[in-house]
């Protein structure tokens, strides 16, 4: 049982470049979340999704874009990349609204 | 937008030594979690309070929530090193909304 994984576990972007973070989860969990972690700024929500085919937009959504096509699945994409959006990215998921268990996270620079 | 104030934002203390943290908000929540967070690593639920008042200890660590469910403190007893790490208090009501988090050093 791995819990949730994130992949990659770093990556350098220039400004303008795309990627596609991938969250995986084993738990069989119905809820999905993304957060980016910011020095000062704390833990905010970007996207979630509370099941299979449904996603919802957080806090900080502006620039990103998911999708959950498979229950143990949840993406997050970056279509055109920007230095506002270096961080430390981390997915979590859970059965219940309030039980989140989350991945090692992706940091992630942009140039 | 719910504010989580979390107090004091660092602290360094000696191995055996007591320490309180704490999470203030001018919100009500329904419930109230607190996670630790070690370097490279996500955050790590250690707890949920749901009712006002509610005290609840795991091992030297002692969790409570205020009688109002707008704040809440973490106390922990004779820290060791182990405790060092971010400590993070979410508060939910339709959301669960963090705050900036207490970095706690334990010095051996």
């Known amino acids: 049982n791995a819990g949730v994984t994130q992949t990659p576990k770093f990556r350098v972007l220039k400004t303008g470049q795309s990627m596609t973070l991938l969250c995986a989860q084993d738990?069989?969990?119905?809820?999905m979340y993304w957060y980016r972690q910011d020095p000062g700024m704390g833990l905010r929500l970007i996207h979630y999704?509370?099941?299979?085919?449904?996603?919802a937009k957080g806090e900080v959504p502006d620039g990103y874009n998911v999708s959950r096509l498979k229950k143990q699945n949840f993406l997050l994409g970056l279509e055109s990349a920007a230095p506002s959006q270096t961080s430390v990215y981390f997915c979590?998921?859970?059965?219940?609204?309030?039980?989140?268990?989350f991945g090692p996270g992706t940091r992630l620079t942009v140039l | 937008t719910q504010l989580l104030e979390q107090s004091p934002q660092f602290l360094s203390i000696q191995e055996g030594e007591n320490l309180t943290v704490y999470c203030n908000s001018s919100?009500?929540?329904?419930?109230l979690q607190w996670y630790r967070q070690e370097p490279g690593e996500g955050p790590v639920l250690l707890v949920t309070v749901v009712t006002g008042g509610e005290v609840k200890k795991l091992k030297r660590l002692t969790f409570q929530f205020g009688d109002a469910r707008k704040d809440s403190s973490l106390h922990i007893t004779a820290a060791q090193p182990g405790d060092t790490g971010l400590y993070l208090c979410a508060g939910r009501n339709n959301r669960l909304a963090f705050g900036k988090g207490n970095q706690v050093v334990v010095i051996p």
């Open positions: 999704s509370v099941g299979e085919g449904t996603t």
């Open positions: 738990m069989n969990h119905e809820y």
């Open positions: 979590a998921s859970g059965n219940k609204a309030d039980t989140q268990y």
């Open positions: 919100s009500v929540f329904s419930s």
